[in-house]
């Protein structure tokens, strides 16, 4: 069996490669064409999708998974709804291949620039959502990428049917069929293999809870775009404007808890915490928050505020908890961001240009904020389109990913002749 | 002693990471200002410099090692100028750190844009040559990096020396000494630990023979920056100009042999192979370089031409031997060039623009160029100013990487109290 999967896995990827030297020259048209394509046969197909994900969600109540990935898993008529208007979003895109920049003479006479190309083989690796499916699918294909997509097995037959209305787009619009491929064994060693045949295979994504994500990453033999956590600060400091500081905390932590760029920790400046923190308090008391703070909070807050572990520091809670902290000034709250966070998003709010300047340089997060909430750190609010991860790393793509972190820059010359001296 | 070896690496480590958190914000000012310091330390203690090199160079001797690595590994007066010259090329290189770019309004309000940053902390992996020590840290310093050096224990004496400069040359300027660290232990084991902690280290550049690189790239928990090798193609196409074509397939295999971008494969379009391989076999013979041909190619030069093995196409001689192969066409050439190179360099001779366009896009290489010498692909001529490795890989930096490639962009935001609604 062991062997089996191996062989099929190997012939997924030359597949793959296979293909995507074929994506790496179609046109946009063409992409565009297929991407419609899909579009339809989605749209008349859509009581077999919705059917399939009925037998994926009867399976998962029968093998008793929890509520939230019951929810996660399934599609609603509204959800397929929003996936076909998110292929849309994605068709109306501009296409970043074949983008070339910098074309400039060298003394030798030789014109170097550089050409925007696909990654080439994309594997992806997710849980429940069936969504995923069409969305890394279409932003593969509108970037000239071959994709092989391993979701999680409480959703194969929702993924099978989404994937079927996919090849049958590919074959109208003649585009190769193994442009996109759904590992359809449920057998674990898949991605074993998929992440280490590095020969077919240029880019791992995985989506999924942070132990997922952490075992691939760390058996990858292959780069993984990928973040593990979004632990993010709000850095109050000491020359703040009220009006702007005490709706962006609010913001950033109410506005939704379950997300990656929520605040996490509030960083307070001790010259501004006895007028702040009492405000802020009541605002997170409407909204019940819980508060568990430093020595310092807890001397302003009262006894109502829980004590802050060095645990505290370091969580990222997804819920109504906030962990507060009284900092002397920018470099403790410089020190404990670079050293607790997790290089997400963190914020300063202050009327101070050049602290403000000096937190943007030294803060190590993929976005550093000055005044403004870190929900902003999203692939829509960027104006990306779509998102098809958020990196961390600092290698390639960092930040929320669109189309352009599944592509990479080539040096390209043209010359009439030249010769090196 | 295994214990020890990781207690120390991890000082090491630590070490790195609080020095480039200081270096993050250093200024152009103070960074060229320890790069001038630290060539008057080089200067004033050429003597003792040189003669640790002799330590080394002895030892080296008394170990036998061969040859070639006694010549890389030796620092005459002229090559100890020529470092020094390369350092001075360094400080007149633009400070890449803190450019700003792409700065736009959303819809929401926020002004989004980016910024260039350090990477962190890089951890170099090298033989022989100790003028790398100098080079790695120049550049690493100019990039707001701290760097982590392991050179070949056949070079530690020179290695040692030159840091003794370099840091005399950090303490003068007021940076952190532990910007640039040099692993001073022999001790295999150290390397296995650099290349893991990812916790310390950001990306890893090794320089070296291809199974050093592969080991490492293997073992490694960290990005690494590298090639393997260099296995680059001509394809002199049925329209091809052999005014130009003749030079540069001259050129480009018999300039230099030693070198990663030299040719070690001629494709020739069968059109052109009875006109055009005749002419360049006979410049080849005057220059002693042995063909290994495909059947077509014994055919037409007759049987002078060794025959070509299936591992040929793979190989890169790195001396006067060239592999050559009679194609089809365009098709036929891409082909062979994606399955058989190691996308490095790659190049199409033709005054036909859209066969010219078409191979741009297709051949999957970090430089494809049109009409000019592989041997172009180059830090210095592609205006770097300065190498730390060539990449072929497609994440992050790829082809030449200079200063920006020690480097990466973080998203930047700024408002005025702006919240997600």
């Not at 099929?8 to 297929?34: D, E, W």
């Not at 962006?248 to 702040?276: P, Q, S, W």
Request: proline share 3%.
């Amino acid at each position: 069996m062991q062997d089996s999967i191996q062989t099929y896995m190997q012939q997924v990827g030359i597949q793959a490669r296979k293909a995507s030297r074929i994506l790496v020259s179609a046109s946009t048209h063409l992409k565009n064409h297929a991407l419609s394509a899909i579009y339809t046969a989605l749209e008349n197909n859509q009581a077999q999708i919705l059917a399939a994900n009925q037998i994926d969600m009867e399976n998962g109540r029968q093998r008793q998974l929890d509520s939230a990935l019951l929810d996660r898993l399934e599609l609603t008529p509204a959800r397929f709804k929003g996936m076909l208007q998110g292929l849309k979003d994605v068709i109306a895109l501009v296409d970043p291949i074949g983008e070339i920049t910098d074309m400039a003479y060298r003394p030798s006479g030789i014109q170097l620039g550089k050409m925007r190309v696909p990654l080439g083989v994309i594997g992806m690796i997710y849980e429940s959502r069936p969504n995923v499916t069409l969305e890394a699918a279409s932003l593969a294909l509108k970037s000239g990428n071959a994709i092989i997509l391993r979701g999680g097995s409480e959703a194969l037959e929702s993924n099978k049917a989404i994937a079927a209305a996919i090849q049958h787009g590919l074959q109208v619009s003649g585009l190769p069929e193994h442009a996109v491929q759904v590992i359809d064994t449920p057998d674990r060693a898949a991605v074993g293999h998929l992440i280490t045949m590095n020969e077919y295979v240029d880019v791992i994504v995985p989506r999924g809870g942070k132990s997922l994500i952490e075992r691939i990453s760390n058996e990858a033999r292959i780069p993984v775009i990928k973040h593990l956590d979004g632990n993010c600060h709000i850095f109050v400091e000491a020359q703040a404007d009220l009006q702007k500081a005490l709706p962006i905390a609010l913001n950033a932590k109410t506005h939704r808890y379950g997300v990656c760029n929520a605040m996490e920790t509030l960083l307070v400046d001790e010259a501004i915490a006895e007028e702040f923190l009492p405000r802020i308090a009541e605002l997170y008391a409407e909204k019940q928050v819980e508060l568990r703070g430093c020595p310092e909070t807890q001397r302003i807050l009262g006894e109502s505020v829980k004590t802050a572990t060095e645990e505290d520091w370091y969580t990222e809670y997804l819920g109504p908890i906030l962990a507060v902290k009284v900092v002397s000034g920018m470099d403790e709250a410089i020190d404990h961001i670079n050293q607790y966070g997790s290089h997400h998003t963190d914020a300063i709010i202050t009327e101070n240009f050049s602290l403000a300047r000096e937190f943007l340089a030294r803060v190590d997060s993929s976005s550093v904020m000055i005044n403004a909430s870190t929900r902003f750190a999203d692939g829509f609010e960027y104006g990306l389109g779509a998102e098809i991860g958020i990196s961390t790393d600092k290698i390639h793509a960092r930040g929320p990913v669109g189309l352009e972190g599944l592509t990479s820059q080539k040096w390209i010359v043209f010359g009439d002749g030249q010769i090196r001296q």
